[in-house]
């Protein structure tokens, strides 16, 4: 029989337990997933699951802190065809999802655009130390509008939480002057994992080792926290950036999709 044909229909997910032995069958590809389990509780996040014989065989998460929902699929492909068919899921959604799964989202999405990156990922043991260089120091809530006028270029508007519970460093220039910045998507000790996001480095200082810099900081701040795996995101057209991930110890683990898929109202 056809596996898709036993997938319960979605439900929602409150037990932690339940969905973290699911998530970490594949920590580093599930890492969004598991990053987000301390909001658990939260209005902001939810988790639907499908079973096939009592078992859990796919969660979809869906993170509301942006006026559109980012959907988050863990599951493999006719997991994910049951999970898109819960009749809640919004109409409009960001997704970040592994890559196989497109062809799922074609099915129930009428417009997906999306860019093709890599899920890097690396372990304590796996990770190489940048060497320290002055003008590289941790950003507060007192630097949040220096983040921001930073930012400006790629249209990312930090707020002051996560500048605060997250871990972010930036690297100025002898003005002190912010030119490179790297931070957190999820800091989350109590899974062991840790997200790195938000690596940027103003043109004019590209080429100066700044996102090696600035993301070997926060990822070593990040182990010194007690977590064990690191994972980011990054285009795979954009090979300086992948150099500069490698040479800390990161590791490409798969191919993911990251964009908008949206339905025909």
């Not at 939810?46 to 796919?58: C, H, I, P, T």
């Not at 999802?97 to 890097?120: G, K």
Request: charged share 20%; proline share 5%.
């Amino acid at each position: 029989m056809d596996k898709q044909l036993i997938h319960s229909l979605p439900i929602p997910l409150t037990e932690k337990p339940l969905l973290r032995s699911f998530l970490e069958q594949n920590r580093a590809l599930y890492a969004y997933g598991l990053g987000n389990l301390e909001l658990l509780e939260s209005e902001v996040v939810s988790y639907n699951g499908v079973f096939v014989d009592n078992q859990l065989d796919g969660v979809a998460l869906l993170w509301r802190g942006e006026v559109t929902p980012v959907l988050v699929l863990c599951a493999n492909e006719t997991a994910a065809h049951a999970l898109l068919t819960d009749e809640a899921m919004p109409h409009q959604v960001h997704v970040m999802t592994p890559a196989n799964l497109q062809p799922a989202l074609e099915t129930h999405f009428s417009t997906l655009e999306v860019d093709r990156l890599w899920r890097m990922a690396v372990t304590a043991p796996e990770f190489e130390r940048a060497a320290p260089r002055a003008g590289l120091r941790r950003l507060t809530v007192s630097d949040l509008d220096a983040v921001n006028a930073l930012y400006r270029a790629e249209h990312i508007i930090m707020s002051a939480q996560r500048l605060t519970e997250g871990v972010f460093y930036g690297f100025e220039d002898k003005n002190q002057q912010l030119i490179a910045i790297a931070g957190t998507h999820a800091v989350a000790p109590s899974v062991n994992i840790g997200i790195v996001g938000s690596v940027y480095t103003t043109p004019e200082a590209r080429g100066q080792g700044l996102a090696t810099l600035t993301t070997g900081a926060v990822t070593e701040e990040l182990f010194r926290l007690g977590i064990d795996l690191v994972a980011l995101n990054v285009l795979q057209t954009n090979t300086p950036a992948i150099r500069a991930y490698q040479k800390l110890g990161y590791r490409i683990h798969a191919p993911i999709i990251k964009g908008i898929a949206y339905k025909e109202q």
